[in-house]
């Protein structure tokens, strides 16, 4: 599919004097860009945000970011809601027991995924990759056959298949987030149909919601509880054939 071609704009604030103070902010922390590693060693699941709001241009580079993931035959199944009205973000908070990082994140992404997406015209998939050079004339006619039928041979398990792309591209949200110096949270515990009420989908039964996650400037430090050595959990070939790094 196409980049986001439409600006993402927010609310800089009440005063003039805030929108000065927000831009200051914004542009300090941007000048830290983390290389992927170090924002994956840094990166921790922030519960608590502050009100600043994410400049525009800065909010325009994480989603770029976030539509650069890799997805099956390239379909982007995913579909990103970017909740920023106050309202909404209530509604969010409610159908996820009254969580409060969506009421205090300035943004928050949550992570839908279609099944249906390969039903859809597929025409700007194909195009865009004979434009760019990616794919030839020989390779949209192989995915024109190809890609019913993986899918239709996909059964039930298309659902997964659609969640497991829109996890990727959240994976990538956290880790551009983490590099544009945001802090994110992964959050689990909300009501699926309430979710989808939310943002407008209620009568898509077969949307599912793979992820929320809130996006803005961490208002507290967490530090790394460290993880387990490779052999608990990482093995070579088979379980029980522990991986010794």
């Given at each position: 599919?196409?980049?986001?071609?439409?600006?993402?704009?927010?609310?800089?604030?009440?005063?003039?004097?805030?929108?000065?103070?927000?831009?200051?902010?914004?542009?300090?922390?941007?000048?830290?860009?983390?290389?992927?590693?170090?924002?994956?060693?840094?990166?921790?699941?922030?519960?608590?945000?502050?009100?600043?709001?994410?400049?525009?241009?800065?909010?325009?580079?994480?989603?770029?970011?976030?539509?650069?993931?890799?997805?099956?035959?390239?379909?982007?199944?995913?579909?990103?809601?970017?909740?920023?009205?106050?309202?909404?973000?209530?509604?969010?908070?409610?159908?996820?027991?009254?969580?409060?990082?969506?009421?205090?994140?300035?943004?928050?992404?949550?992570?839908?995924?279609?099944?249906?997406?390969?039903?859809?015209?597929?025409?700007?998939?194909?195009?865009?990759?004979?434009?760019?050079?990616?794919?030839?004339?020989?390779?949209?006619?192989?995915?024109?056959?190809?890609?019913?039928?993986?899918?239709?041979?996909?059964?039930?398990?298309?659902?997964?298949?659609?969640?497991?792309?829109?996890?990727?591209?959240?994976?990538?949200?956290?880790?551009?987030?983490?590099?544009?110096?945001?802090?994110?949270?992964?959050?689990?515990?909300?009501?699926?149909?309430?979710?989808?009420?939310a943002i407008g989908a209620e009568n898509d039964p077969d949307l599912a919601i793979a992820v929320i996650i809130p996006v803005g400037y961490a208002s507290e430090v967490r530090g790394n509880p460290g993880r387990l050595p490779f052999a608990?959990?990482?093995?070579?070939?088979?379980?029980?054939?522990?991986?010794?790094?």
């Open positions: 599919m196409t980049q986001v071609d439409q600006s993402l704009s927010v609310d800089s604030g009440n005063s003039q004097a805030s929108a000065v103070h927000s831009t200051a902010a914004d542009v300090s922390r941007q000048d830290a860009v983390l290389d992927v590693q170090t924002a994956i060693l840094k990166r921790r699941s922030i519960k608590s945000f502050e009100s600043t709001p994410i400049a525009p241009e800065i909010l325009r580079r994480l989603v770029e970011l976030t539509v650069a993931a890799p997805s099956s035959y390239n379909l982007q199944d995913w579909r990103i809601i970017i909740i920023q009205d106050d309202i909404q973000k209530q509604a969010l908070s409610d159908a996820a027991y009254g969580q409060q990082q969506v009421l205090q994140a300035p943004a928050t992404f949550v992570f839908a995924a279609d099944p249906n997406a390969w039903k859809q015209d597929l025409t700007p998939i194909y195009q865009q990759g004979i434009a760019t050079g990616a794919w030839t004339a020989e390779t949209v006619e192989y995915f024109k056959l190809a890609i019913p039928r993986f899918q239709m041979g996909l059964g039930d398990k298309g659902r997964e298949y659609a969640i497991k792309d829109a996890m990727i591209a959240a994976t990538h949200l956290v880790l551009a987030a983490e590099g544009l110096g945001l802090s994110t949270c992964f959050m689990n515990g909300w009501e699926e149909d309430k979710i989808k009420a608990y959990n990482v093995f070579v070939d088979k379980f029980g054939s522990s991986y010794k790094g």
